[in-house]
């Protein structure tokens, strides 16, 4: 099974989590695009055979990337940097390829029912959840996470946004 994550490979990942995976379930290969920057003492999760690392791409290469997958994961690391650095935008770009989506229990993040993002609290509850998010996607769920997509885009945004600044009262 084919698990991705694309984006800057540093210390906010869980790498413990990834590490733990590959030997709870060898049938899980994880797939990384993106610039590393990982410190020395992380040579086990560069090493590993299911872990692959390509360079990084953006656009349209980085949406190719994504539908390849299974399974796309943001296993965050709970520190505050992280959360006051929600991973939403990201969220939305994930769901943009209709892929299943298996976070950390990150508190703040945007919540959607299962079969759009599939939460994990501990590195077993990780593989269980990328198992789970893998054995129940459907052409449903697909649908919905493309739907969710689209009501999120930055041009729906940017329009929501202008109609609450027309609509409020000026104040001079």
Known sequence: MKVGFWGFINNRINIDWIVTATRLDKALEFYFCGPVELSDHKIEFLSHPNIHFQKSCQGDEAVKFLKQMDVLIMPYVLMES??????NNKLFFYLAAGKPIVISNM??????ERGIIYVAKSSEDFVKEIRR???E?????????????????WKVRGEELMKHIE???QTY
């Open 82 to 87: 992280v959360l006051a650095i929600t991973a």
């Open 107 to 112: 508190p703040n993040f945007m919540r959607f």
């Open 133 to 135: 998010a893998f054995n």
């Open 137 to 153: 996607d459907c052409e449903g769920l697909v649908g919905r996470r493309l739907q969710i997509a689209a009501q999120n885009t």
């Open 167 to 169: 609509s409020s009262p």
